[in-house]
């Protein structure tokens, strides 16, 4: 690259737990090793800063599963931007296919994300969002019934997280919120709901809850459990409101939840690339470095869309 300017790729695949996270990351200590510059610090601070988003994209969108204890559940690219001098100034990070059913679903002896576990690890702020059962008693917790991961410290880890997200320059209120979210994901799968008008509609069951997620979620609870046990039919320039049954409700609650989990995921990111966003001087040439990690090839019990697309294009690959 530096020697020809040329722009170059590097496409990190292969099937689950083959180390395709760790070569990226090897690939991204390399470059922060050999690159000089008379302007060293600038330099620091965007290795730094490049360096620091991997152990918070990996508490958001990793997770164990039967082959890998730390799987990436979504593809990354990164563009690394070098000046003309070889150095990196800063870059960009697409992400794809977010594993987002697994927000609301494992397989048996696999783990949700591991920010779900994180936050759980530390009781105070736990006790302050309203989540008192523990991990294993948790609906969106307990389906792939496996709570620990052998030799992992999840309140360590959920430090590391913190550090990382304060490197990268999140400001202590977009933190809690960022968490607050990740809770309320967590709380939307204790909502319960019982049916009424002799099952053709229906209600959520327990109204401490509801408050809380609505609290969490800046809404009222009324609003809340109104957008999760109706719906509103629209036709011929007229709008009809039509209740939920129990079922229903429950899809749309779980529905949210992933909607929800994939957005502040989405946010996260694009927090991350405004950090380390790249900075070239007037009228310079600069040139980049991609690197392409995607989670690898498997085959569960059940396979999701976002698994099929993966596995595909791994074939491709």
Same mark, same amino acid.
């Given at each position: 690259m530096w020697r020809r300017s040329k722009d170059s790729c590097i496409v990190i695949s292969g099937e689950s737990g083959a180390g395709k996270t760790e070569a990226s990351k090897i690939v991204m200590l390399y470059i922060s @090793?050999?690159?000089?510059?008379? &302007? =060293?610090?600038?330099?620091?601070?965007?290795? %730094?800063?490049? #360096? =620091?988003s991997n /152990?918070?994209?990996e508490a958001f969108g990793n997770a164990k599963t039967n082959r890998n204890d730390n799987s990436s559940r979504f593809g990354?690219?990164?563009? #690394? %931007? !070098?000046? !003309? &001098? $070889?150095? /990196?100034? $800063? $870059? &960009? #990070?697409?992400?794809?296919l977010l594993e987002k059913a697994r927000v609301i679903f494992q397989q048996s002896r696999e783990r949700n994300f591991h920010i779900f576990y994180q936050i759980l690890s530390d009781k105070t702020f736990s006790a302050a969002v309203g989540i008192s059962p523990p991990a294993k008693e948790l609906e969106y917790l307990k389906r792939g019934d496996c709570s620990q991961v @052998? $030799?992992?410290d999840d309140a360590k880890q959920f430090s590391e997280t913190k550090a990382a997200m304060q490197a990268v320059g999140f400001s202590g209120a977009e933190q809690t919120a960022l968490f607050e979210l990740v809770a309320a994901c967590l709380l939307l799968g204790q909502l319960q709901f019982t049916a009424t008008m002799k099952g053709l509609g229906s209600e959520i069951a327990e109204d401490a809850v509801s408050e809380q997620v609505a609290k969490l979620l800046g809404t009222s609870a009324e609003t809340l459990g109104k957008a999760l046990t109706s719906r509103t039919i629209a036709g011929k320039g007229e709008t009809v409101e039509a209740r939920q049954t129990v079922e229903q409700a429950s899809f749309a609650r779980d529905a949210l939840a992933k909607s929800l989990y994939e957005s502040l995921f989405s946010w996260l990111v694009s927090r991350i690339n405004t950090a380390v966003a790249a900075t070239l001087e007037p009228g310079s040439k600069g040139t980049v470095i991609g690197v392409l990690d995607i989670y690898g090839f498997e085959i569960f019990q059940t396979n999701s869309f976002e698994q099929l697309c993966i596995n595909f294009c791994n074939e491709k690959l």
């Open positions: @090793k050999v690159a000089n510059s008379a &302007h =060293q610090a600038e330099v620091d601070r965007v290795k %730094n800063l490049l #360096i =620091q /152990p918070l994209l990354k690219y990164m563009d #690394i %931007n !070098f000046d !003309f &001098h $070889g150095n /990196p100034v $800063g $870059g &960009h #990070i697409s992400t794809y @052998k $030799g992992a």
